[in-house]
C-alpha cells in the first residue's frame, strides 16, 4: 500500500499554516498525528498534492485551565496526542471522562501520534472524541484566512466527514468549560477489539444534589454519519430523581435520535440494542461516580 | 575412571536432547531484528512487481490497455495473460489437481484476482503504474452461496471446463460442481439412523476464515541467463514441492531450479499453495534478466491468497437411549471458490475430513463431500491444521454436544461413555483410519479432576439461578471437547501431493571434529526446527545439540521432502532424523569396535560413546569416533560419517488432547470473557517442553480468533468486507485469555522415538472447545446450536432469539 | 515530484537522506538504512510489526512519512543492545521466556516493551497486556511475551536496586 506522490510542507506557526492552505487551494491537506489520513492515502481514498505538517506549531499544543467569572475552561491545543491527554493529571482532575475516553481510543502507538484536534476535526463518525466534546458542549476555535471563529461542538458536525470547517481553515483549539465540581461522568464503549472503534459508545456527564439529578448531557459515538448530542435524553435525566422511569426515558430519547447503519460490528437491530445497553451503564455509572463525589464534598 | 567421571546422567543432561526445555537457537537473531525475510533481501538492479487486481467478483475482461502504465518512467513492464500465453504460462496447475489463471484469462472469478502484473523500478513506481492501468470488465451474476452454485440456472463460472464431466476427483453434475467424495456404508448407516432410539440433527457451518500470518507471502525470483539457473527465494512451506512444480510448468530442469525459503514469518497453511506472484516473478525475471521482487500487501493476502474451511456440515447422530451412539452421517458443501486450490494430499479431495468420527468407537458410518465453485478466492488450505481434521473434528464435537442436549445428559458423560478404549489401539474406524495409539479415558479424566467439572456445573447452576433471579445478565458456559487429530502425512502407499509421495528426509554429517551439519526437507516458520530436531539427533546420536546445526529449506543443500504443514513435520522429517541418526550410531559401532579391538556385537551404546559390555571404563566418545572416522584406513569401512534417511511413514500418527474451557458470556452486548482455559494434550513422546507449551497457546490462540469473530465474509455480490486487520480479527494481548497447560504421553507405537505432531492439535481441539462453551451458555434455554463466528452481534442474536432481552 | 532532504538521529548515528516526501518511515528505515528488523505486516496501522521508538514515543512507522520523522531520534531493534554490545534484557527474557517463535513481531515487540518499561517499570499483568495492545502475534497467544515482559521488568527493578 503506497501513497500517491505529494509535496510535503512543514510550517512553524498557525499563520504560515493558513497561508500555506490559501496558497494551495483544495490540493492541499493538513495533517496532525496521521493515523485517519496516512492509510486513507496508502489504499489511494485520499490523494492530497500537498501535505501541511502541523507539528512544528507550538501554539498548537498543550492543555491550560483558565477560572474565570461564569465558569472557567480548558483549553486543548489542537495537536494535543491521545497519549498526552491521559497523562495530564490536571485535565484528569477537571475533566476526568477525557482520559477515560482517550484510555478506549485506538492503541497505544496510535495514541502517541493520533491528536484530539484530528479526531475531531476530520468528521469520521467512528471517532471518539466528538461525542465526547458534544457532551462536554465544548467549542472548536477554527482560524483561517478571515481570522479566527468558533463553533460549538455541537453545531460542528454535518455528515460523515462533512463538517462546518471551511476549506482554508485550521481547527486549532477546542475550549472546554469546565464541569460542575463533582460531577459524574462516565465513556461506555463497545468494540469488538483494541484499537476497533465503537459498535456502541455513550458519553454522559450529570450533577447530583439531594438525590435529583441537576444538570445532564448524553452523547452517543458511530449510531448515525454524525456523533449524536441527544439534548433530549439529557432533558429527561435533568431535574430526575434518576430512576427507572427517568433512565428509561433518556434511554427512549436518545434511541429515537440515533441511526446506526448495519455493518461488520452488527445489524442495526443489534446496535439500536447496544446503543441503549451502553447508555444505560454509562448513566448509571455516571450517576453513581456523582453521588460518591457529592458524599465526599459534604463529609 | 575417577570421581569427576560424569555420570551417565551428567552426560546426558549436557546433550540437551529429548525431553529437554532447550531454549531456542533461532532467537539471537530474531530479538536483534537479524532475521533474514523474504523482503529483506535486496539485490543489485532488483525490480519489484506489483498486481492490478479485479474490484469485481465476476466480470468478463474485455480489454486491458497498459499504455498509460508503461509510459510511466520507471516502469519496465507491463504482463497480461495474453504475455504469458506463448509460455502457456497463463494458467497453472493447482496442487488439487485443477488448474488456475495466473493472470485473467478472459473473465475474472473472484475480488481480487491478479489481472495485470506490473514490473517498475521501485514499489512506489509499481503502485503508480497499477493505478494507470485501464481495464474494461463487464460484469456478471454473481455467486457466493455454494448451495444456490448447483442450482439448475446457476450461472456458468468455469467456462473453461463448463463441459467436462469428469474432474480430478471423479464425476461432475453441474457446471459448477468440483466433485463427490464419499467415505463409509451409507445403506448401513442409512439402517441404524432409520431404527435408531435418538437421532440428533444438525448443520454444521465452519465459516471461511483465513491463516493471515504476520509476514504475507512474498518471493525474490532471480534468473541467471549466464549459467541458466533459476534461484526463488520466497515464502515456501514447500521448497521442494515448489521446485518441481516450478520445473514442471516453465520447462526448465529441475537441477536449475534453485528454491530457498528465508526466515518465514509464520505460515499456518497459508504458504503451502504456489500464487500468480510466484509466477509472475519468474516470468518477469526471465524477461528481464534482473531479479524481481513481489510481496503482497495484508489486503491482497486476505483476498486473494489461500482461506480455509468454508464447509457446511450437514450431520446425523444415532444413539441408543442410554448413549451409545450407533451411526454417524455427514454430507458437506464445500465451498472453494473460484478454482480448486485445496492443498491436500491428491487421493483425499476433502483432505482427511473422514476423521469426523473423532475420538468415539462408532460402529458405521457414511461420509460424503461435495465440491463446489463459488465466486470467492481459491484456496480450502489446512489452517494450522492437519487437513481439513478442524473442520471434522469441529463437526463430531458439536454434534456430541447436540446429541447430549438430545439424550439430556452431560456432554462429558456421554463422550466418556462413547470413547475409544484404551486396549482398543490400534483401532480401525468406520472411515478407515487405524488410529495408531491413545488413552481418551486417562486424559479426559485428568482434565476433569484439574478444573474439578462438578464443581464448575454446580457453580453454573447458581449463576443460572441468579440470571433468571435477575442479579446478573450474565451466563456462564463450560465447553468440552476432545479431539483425535490425524498428522504425519503421509505414507506414501496412499498420500502423494502432485504425484510426490510425502516422504520427508533428513541428511546428516559429522564433521571430524564431532560436530555436526544436518538437513531436513521440511522447513521451519516459527515452530523452533533449528532447536528440536538437534534434540532428537543429539539423543540418537550422543552429541550435544549446541554442536548441531540443522538446515532446512534450500533445494540445493537440502534432501527432498514436502515439507512443514499438516503437523508433518515431527512425525516425518523428525523419525527421518532419528534413522539417519541411527545410520550414523550404526557405522559409528563399527568405527569404536575397530579402535577398540573388539567385535560390534561386545559394544553397547551409552549416551554419548560406545563401551565394551561388562566394562564401562574401555570406550569412544562419539567426538573421538567422528576424528577417527576421519582419520584412520577402518578396514572394510569407507572414511567419513555420513547418513541420509528418507523416511516413508508406515501409518499417520494420532495425537489427542482434552480441553475444558470456562466462559462469561454478556446475554445484552455479546460480549464474552474467557475465565479459564485448560488444555491437555497427548503428543506422545515430547521432544521440548517448553515449544510444546508455546505451539499450545499460539494454537489456542487462533481458535480463541476463529471462534469470536475470524472471518473471510462477502457481501452478495462478491466483495471481501474483511479485508483489512480492523475487520479481520486477530486478538490482541488483551483479548487473548490466560492458558493452563497439560500433557499425557502415550508415544506413537510406529514412530522411532515415540513422537506424534502437536503444533495443531491446540486450534483443532480449541475452536470446538469454545463453541460448545458459547453452545453451553444458553442450554438452559433450549438452544442447541448457533454458527460461528460467535462475535458480538450474532451472540446478541442468540440470546434475543431466546426471548433474554425481556 | 521533488526528493527532501532529511537529517535524523537513527540508534545514535547522523543520518541524512534525499527522500520522496510520501516515503514511509518503514521504507526509509528498511531501504535506505538496511535496518530490516522493523517488518511490515499490515499496512494499516494495526499490527506493530514496525514499532520504532521515535522522540521517546512507540510509534508504528508503516503509518508516518519519512518527513515527519525529519529532525527526530529513532531508534529500532538493531540500537536497543547496551552499549557494551550485550543484549538488553528484554532480548534476553524474550529467549529466556520463550517470547517468540516464528520473530516477526519481535523486533517491534520488544521495542514497544522497552517504552512501556520505561513508562512503568513496574506494571502489572494486565498493564503490560493493555501496553502491548498495538502488537499483534499470530504465534505465542501472547502468554510467554507478557512473562517476557514481567521478568525483564523484575530484572531491571532488582538491578536499580543493587546499584542504589
Given at each position: 500500500m503506497i501513497p500517491a506522490p505529494f509535496e510535503y510542507h512543514r510550517p512553524a506557526s498557525l499563520a504560515e499554516a493558513t497561508g500555506l492552505l490559501a496558497e494551495l487551494g483544495e490540493d492541499a491537506h493538513v495533517l496532525a498525528g496521521g493515523h485517519s489520513l496516512i492509510p486513507m492515502m496508502k489504499l489511494r481514498l485520499a490523494a492530497p498534492e500537498h501535505l501541511i505538517d502541523?507539528?512544528?506549531?507550538?501554539?498548537?499544543k498543550g492543555i491550560a485551565r483558565t477560572d474565570g467569572e461564569g465558569g472557567g475552561e480548558i483549553v486543548i491545543g489542537a495537536m494535543t496526542t491521545q497519549h498526552e491527554l491521559i497523562a495530564s493529571d490536571e485535565l484528569a482532575r477537571a475533566v476526568p471522562l477525557i482520559r477515560e475516553a482517550a484510555l478506549q481510543i485506538a492503541d497505544p502507538q496510535v495514541r502517541y501520534l493520533g491528536t484530539i484536534g484530528g479526531n475531531v476535526a476530520n468528521?469520521?463518525?467512528?471517532?471518539?472524541m466528538p461525542g465526547l466534546m458534544q457532551c462536554l458542549d465544548a467549542a472548536f476555535e477554527l482560524d483561517g484566512p478571515n481570522g479566527r471563529r468558533r463553533v460549538a461542538a455541537r453545531e460542528f458536525y454535518r455528515s460523515a466527514y462533512v463538517?462546518?470547517?471551511?476549506?482554508?481553515e485550521i481547527l486549532s483549539r477546542i475550549r472546554i468549560p469546565l464541569p460542575a465540581p463533582g460531577h459524574g461522568f462516565a465513556y461506555e464503549k463497545l468494540k469488538r477489539k483494541i484499537g476497533d472503534y465503537a459498535t456502541a459508545a455513550a458519553a454522559v456527564l450529570l450533577t447530583v444534589s439531594g438525590g435529583r439529578c441537576g444538570s445532564a448531557s448524553v452523547a452517543l459515538t458511530n449510531l448515525a454519519d454524525t456523533p449524536v448530542f441527544a439534548a433530549d435524553a439529557g432533558a429527561a435525566l435533568a431535574?430526575?430523581?434518576?430512576g427507572a422511569a427517568a433512565v428509561d426515558a433518556a434511554v427512549a430519547a436518545a434511541l429515537a435520535a440515533i441511526d446506526p447503519a448495519a455493518d461488520n460490528r452488527g445489524p442495526v437491530a443489534f446496535k439500536q440494542h447496544v446503543a441503549g445497553v451502553m447508555l444505560r451503564r454509562a448513566i448509571a455509572r455516571a450517576t453513581e461516580r456523582a453521588t460518591e463525589r457529592a458524599a465526599e464534598q459534604t463529609v | 575412571m575417577n570421581d569427576q567421571t560424569p555420570t551417565a546422567t551428567e552426560r546426558a543432561e549436557k546433550l540437551?536432547?529429548?525431553?529437554c526445555a532447550r531454549k531456542r537457537v533461532e532467537d539471537a537473531r530474531f530479538t536483534q531484528g537479524k532475521g533474514n525475510y523474504v523482503d529483506d533481501i535486496k539485490m543489485p538492479g532488483m525490480l519489484f512487481g506489483d498486481f492490478v487486481r479485479?474490484?469485481?467478483?465476476?466480470?468478463?475482461?474485455i480489454s486491458v490497455d497498459k499504455e498509460a502504465a508503461l509510459a510511466?518512467?520507471?516502469?519496465?513492464a507491463v504482463l497480461t495473460a495474453a504475455d504469458l500465453e506463448p509460455l502457456n504460462l497463463h494458467w497453472m496447475p493447482t496442487l488439487a489437481g485443477d488448474k488456475q489463471m495466473v493472470l485473467a484469462v478472459g473473465k475474472v472469478?473472484?475480488?481480487?484476482?491478479?489481472?495485470a502484473f506490473v514490473v517498475a523500478e521501485d514499489r512506489y513506481i509499481a503502485a503508480d503504474a497499477v493505478e494507470l492501468v485501464e481495464v474494461e470488465y463487464e460484469e456478471l451474476p454473481v455467486v457466493v452461496d455454494p448451495f444456490k452454485?448447483?442450482?439448475?440456472?446457476?450461472?456458468?463460472?468455469?467456462e473453461d471446463i463448463a463441459?467436462?464431466?469428469?474432474g480430478a476427483h471423479g464425476p461432475r453434475r453441474h457446471p459448477n460442481h468440483i466433485f463427490t467424495w464419499e467415505q463409509g456404508d451409507e445403506a448401513a448407516t442409512n439402517a441404524v439412523l432409520a431404527g435408531a432410539d435418538v437421532v440428533a440433527e444438525a448443520m454444521i457451518q465452519y465459516h471461511r476464515c483465513h491463516p493471515c500470518p504476520l509476514e504475507t507471502c512474498g518471493c525474490v525470483a532471480s534468473m541467471d541467463k549466464i549459467n541458466g539457473k533459476l534461484t526463488v527465494w520466497g515464502t515456501f512451506q514447500a521448497p521442494h514441492a515448489v521446485r518441481t512444480i516450478a520445473s514442471l510448468i516453465s520447462g526448465i530442469a529441475e537441477h536449475n531450479i534453485r528454491i530457498v525459503s528465508p526466515d518465514?514469518?509464520?505460515?499456518?497453511?497459508?504458504?503451502?499453495g504456489v500464487y500468480p506472484g510466484y509466477i509472475c516473478s519468474i516470468v518477469a525475471s526471465i524477461v528481464t534478466g534482473v531479479p524481481v521482487k513481489w510481496v503482497e500487501d495484508r489486503i491482497e493476502n486476505l483476498t486473494a491468497t489461500a482461506f480455509a474451511r468454508d464447509y457446511w456440515m450437514q450431520g446425523k447422530i444415532a444413539a441408543t437411549r442410554d448413549g451409545k451412539i450407533t451411526a454417524l452421517w455427514c454430507h458437506t458443501t464445500a465451498?472453494?471458490?473460484?478454482?480448486?486450490?485445496?492443498?491436500?494430499?491428491?487421493?483425499f479431495p476433502a483432505g482427511?475430513?473422514?476423521?469426523?468420527?473423532?475420538?468415539y468407537d462408532i460402529p458405521v458410518a457414511w461420509l460424503s463431500v461435495d465440491g463446489v465453485y463459488t465466486n470467492k478466492a481459491p484456496g480450502g488450505v489446512a489452517y494450522r491444521c492437519s487437513f481439513r481434521v478442524t473442520e471434522a473434528s469441529y463437526f463430531i464435537e458439536r454434534m456430541i454436544d447436540i446429541l447430549a442436549i438430545k439424550l439430556d445428559m452431560d456432554p462429558v458423560e456421554l463422550r466418556l461413555k462413547n470413547f475409544i478404549r484404551a486396549?482398543?489401539?490400534p483401532y480401525h474406524s468406520a472411515l478407515g483410519w487405524e488410529y495408531d495409539s491413545g488413552d481418551y479415558h486417562t486424559a479426559m479424566e485428568k482434565v476433569l479432576k484439574a478444573v474439578d467439572y462438578d464443581g464448575l456445573r454446580r457453580e453454573q447452576a447458581e449463576r443460572l439461578a441468579a440470571f433468571k433471579r435477575g442479579e446478573t445478565r450474565k451466563l456462564m458456559g463450560i465447553g468440552v471437547s476432545h479431539f483425535t487429530e490425524i498428522v504425519g502425512?503421509?505414507?506414501v502407499k496412499n498420500c502423494d501431493i502432485l504425484g510426490l509421495g510425502m516422504f520427508d528426509s533428513c541428511a546428516i554429517r559429522i564433521h571430524p571434529t564431532g560436530s555436526v551439519t544436518a538437513r531436513l526437507g521440511t522447513i521451519s516458520q516459527g515452530q523452533g526446527h533449528a532447536t528440536t530436531f538437534a534434540q532428537i539427533l543429539a539423543s540418537e546420536?550422543?552429541?550435544?545439540?549446541?554442536?548441531i546445526t540443522v538446515e532446512e529449506g534450500d533445494t540445493d543443500t537440502a534432501p527432498y521432502g514436502l515439507g512443514t504443514?499438516?503437523?508433518?513435520s515431527t512425525p516425518v522429517a523428525g523419525a527421518a532424523a532419528a534413522m539417519a541418526g541411527r545410520k550414523i550410531r550404526a557405522k559409528a559401532q563399527m568405527i569404536a569396535a575397530w579402535m577398540l579391538e573388539v567385535?560390534?556385537?561386545?559394544l553397547e551404546w551409552d549416551v554419548d560413546r560406545f563401551a565394551v559390555k561388562g566394562a564401562p571404563e574401555r570406550f569412544k566418545t562419539m567426538t573421538e569416533i567422528a576424528f577417527a572416522a576421519y582419520n584412520q584406513a577402518v578396514p572394510g569401512l569407507e572414511p567419513g560419517l555420513e547418513a541420509v534417511s528418507y523416511y516413508d511413514p508406515p501409518n499417520m500418527t494420532y495425537p489427542f488432547g482434552a480441553y475444558v474451557s470456562v466462559l462469561d458470556i454478556d446475554?445484552?452486548?455479546?460480549e464474552v470473557e474467557i475465565r479459564r482455559f485448560y488444555a491437555l494434550d497427548d503428543?506422545?513422546?515430547?521432544?521440548n517442553p517448553m515449544i510444546i507449551e508455546g505451539q499450545v497457546h499460539g494454537g489456542l490462540t487462533e481458535a480463541v480468533a476463529i471462534v469470536l469473530g475470524q472471518e473471510i465474509a462477502y457481501d452478495e455480490d462478491g466483495n471481501?468486507?474483511?479485508?483489512?486487520l480492523m475487520d479481520f480479527f486477530l486478538p490482541t494481548a488483551v483479548e487473548a485469555p490466560h492458558y493452563e497447560t497439560d500433557h499425557t504421553t502415550t508415544p506413537s507405537p510406529h514412530h522411532p522415538i515415540g513422537a506424534k505432531g502437536v503444533g495443531e492439535s491446540p486450534n483443532v481441539g480449541g475452536v470446538s472447545c469454545l463453541s460448545n462453551a458459547v453452545n453451553d451458555a444458553f442450554r438452559a434455554f433450549g438452544h442447541v446450536h448457533a454458527q460461528m463466528p460467535h462475535d458480538h452481534w450474532r451472540i446478541w442474536k442468540i440470546a434475543e432469539g431466546l426471548g433474554l432481552h425481556g | 515530484m521533488a526528493k527532501m532532504h532529511v537529517k535524523m538521529t537513527v540508534n545514535g548515528k547522523a543520518v541524512e537522506a534525499l527522500a520522496e516526501?510520501?516515503?514511509?518511515l518503514i521504507h526509509f528505515l528498511r531501504?535506505?538504512?538496511?535496518?530490516?528488523g522493523p517488518h511490515i505486516g499490515c499496512?494499516?496501522?494495526?499490527?506493530?510489526?514496525?514499532t520504532v521508538d521515535l522522540d521517546g514515543k512507540s510509534v508504528k512507522?508503516?503509518?508516518?512519512?519519512?518527513g515527519q520523522a525529519n529532525g527526530a531520534e529513532i531508534t529500532t531493534i538493531e540500537g536497543?543492545?547496551?552499549?557494551?554490545?550485550s543484549l538488553h534484557v528484554l532480548q534476553e527474557m524474550f529467549r529466556e521466556h520463550h517470547?517468540?517463535?516464528?520473530?516477526?513481531?519481535t523486533p517491534g515487540m520488544i521495542v514497544r516493551a522497552r517504552r512501556l518499561l520505561a513508562e512503568n517499570p513496574d506494571p502489572t499483568e494486565a498493564e503490560v497486556r493493555f501496553g502491548i495492545s498495538g502488537n499483534l502475534c499470530?504465534?505465542?497467544?501472547y502468554q510467554n511475551i507478557v512473562k517476557a515482559i514481567l521478568a525483564a521488568a523484575a530484572t531491571l527493578n532488582a538491578e536499580k536496586e543493587a546499584a542504589q
Open positions: 502541523l507539528q512544528d506549531i507550538a501554539e498548537l468528521g469520521d463518525p467512528g471517532n471518539d463538517t462546518a470547517r471551511e476549506d482554508g431535574g430526575s430523581d434518576l | 540437551q536432547g529429548l525431553g479485479s474490484p469485481y467478483a465476476h466480470a468478463r475482461v510511466l518512467p520507471g516502469v519496465v472469478l473472484f475480488q481480487g484476482q491478479e489481472v452454485a448447483l442450482d439448475p440456472d446457476a450461472p456458468v463460472l468455469r463441459d467436462q464431466k469428469e518465514i514469518g509464520g505460515g499456518f497453511g497459508n504458504k503451502v465451498d472453494h471458490g473460484g478454482f480448486d486450490a485445496c492443498a491436500d494430499p491428491t487421493k482427511f475430513m473422514n476423521i469426523c468420527t473423532g475420538s486396549d482398543q489401539f502425512a503421509g505414507p546420536i550422543g552429541i550435544p545439540a549446541d554442536s504443514y499438516g503437523s508433518r567385535h560390534d556385537d561386545d446475554v445484552d452486548t455479546g503428543c506422545g513422546t515430547r521432544i471481501v468486507t474483511t479485508g483489512t | 516526501p510520501r516515503t514511509l531501504e535506505e538504512l538496511n535496518l530490516t499496512d494499516t496501522s494495526h499490527c506493530g510489526a514496525c512507522s508503516c503509518t508516518l512519512f519519512v536497543i543492545a547496551n552499549a557494551d554490545g517470547g517468540l517463535q516464528c520473530g516477526f513481531c499470530r504465534c505465542t497467544g
